[in-house]
């Protein structure tokens, strides 16, 4: 069982930065695959971006250029960096891990463990 407990969100300007972390618990990150989604209000769950354990990502053409993801294995945690955000970035952002695959999933059902949500707001 792995518990995700995400940080860092908040009330941000146009073009502003935030980081959010993702730390796990109960068991270690190993080989798990790690991503985040978001979910705007009356809008499906989104995907983000993913990470692999060895450190290989995958990132949606709506934030690529922008957002990075990135993992501290040692540390158990989860980031992710966004930079230039803008105003349709708004939404609750979550963290979720899954068992590695060939092909890293960009759908909800590939990942087991989620963490509660950290919202962010990007005003103008």
């Known amino acids: 069982q792995v518990q995700l407990v995400e940080s860092g969100g908040g009330l941000v300007q146009a073009g502003g930065s935030l980081r959010l972390s993702c730390s796990a618990s109960g068991r270690t990150l190993g080989t798990y695959t790690m991503a985040w989604f978001r979910q705007a209000p009356g809008k499906e769950r989104q995907f983000v971006a993913a990470?692999?354990?060895?450190?290989?990502?995958s990132t949606a053409d709506s934030v690529k250029g922008r957002f990075t993801i990135s993992r501290d294995n040692a540390k158990n945690t989860v980031y992710l960096q966004m930079n230039s955000l803008k105003l349709e970035d708004t939404a609750v952002y979550s963290c979720a891990a899954g068992a590695s695959r060939p092909v890293m999933s960009v759908s909800p059902r590939g990942y087991d463990y989620w963490g509660q949500g950290t919202q962010v707001t990007v005003s103008s």
């Open positions: 990470v692999r354990w060895s450190g290989t990502t």
